[in-house]
């Protein structure tokens, strides 16, 4: 009876868990789904092919300097927090990425509120809404920009210099759902 107990408390709070987590994504526009979250965008010089493309290898980059440094945040202040004792390293690693690809200028880093507009990935959907947000411009950072969350940690580099966008609390729910 009490390992029935259990299962049934875990399931009810793995079910709001579910629930609160797939509500910050919906486009809801709740509260939640604005404030928990530290964005991460980084804003290509121009448009220009070469410039796009590099974007890309800062972004390869970053992520890999960022991955570990929030996987052990336990809430958004810590993250914010670290990412901006960080700041020079991050502003650097770009400098560096852009130097070893032939562009003379240089980026730079700092986290800001700012607002968005709605925001599609895959399955997720982040509402339009002022975010907290690590902005890296690289140069004069007009051309379009790559954006993902930093907090809580949502991408992550497959090994082949790919983005993958994931959650834990959704591969756990999804585990429990698959009955695995």
């Not at 994504?25 to 290509?44: C, K, M, P, Q, V």
């Not at 960022?66 to 650097?92: C, D, F, Q, W």
């Not at 200028?105 to 339009?128: I, K, W």
Request: glycine content about 8%.
């Amino acid at each position: 009876m009490k390992k029935l107990c259990i299962i049934f408390l875990t399931s009810i709070i793995i079910s709001l868990t579910a629930l609160g987590f797939s509500g910050a994504f919906s486009g809801t526009g709740n509260d939640f789904a604005t404030a928990e979250y530290l964005r991460i965008h980084i804003r290509a010089n121009s448009n220009a092919e070469d410039e796009q493309a590099v974007k890309y290898l800062v972004r390869d980059e970053i992520v890999a300097y960022l991955t570990p440094l929030v996987a052990n945040y336990e809430t958004k202040a810590e993250a914010v927090a670290g990412v901006k004792a960080n700041l020079s390293a991050i502003e650097r690693k770009a400098a560096n990425v852009l130097k070893r690809n032939g562009f003379a200028y240089g980026a730079s880093a700092e986290v800001r509120t700012e607002s968005f507009p709605t925001r599609v990935y895959g399955e997720y959907t982040l509402p339009a809404g002022e975010y907290t947000s690590l902005i890296i411009e690289l140069g004069g950072g007009t051309g379009d920009n790559w954006w993902c969350v930093v907090y809580p940690p949502l991408c992550f580099t497959n090994g082949q210099g790919n983005v993958v966008y994931k959650s834990k609390i959704a591969e756990i729910i999804q585990s429990w759902k698959n009955g695995d």
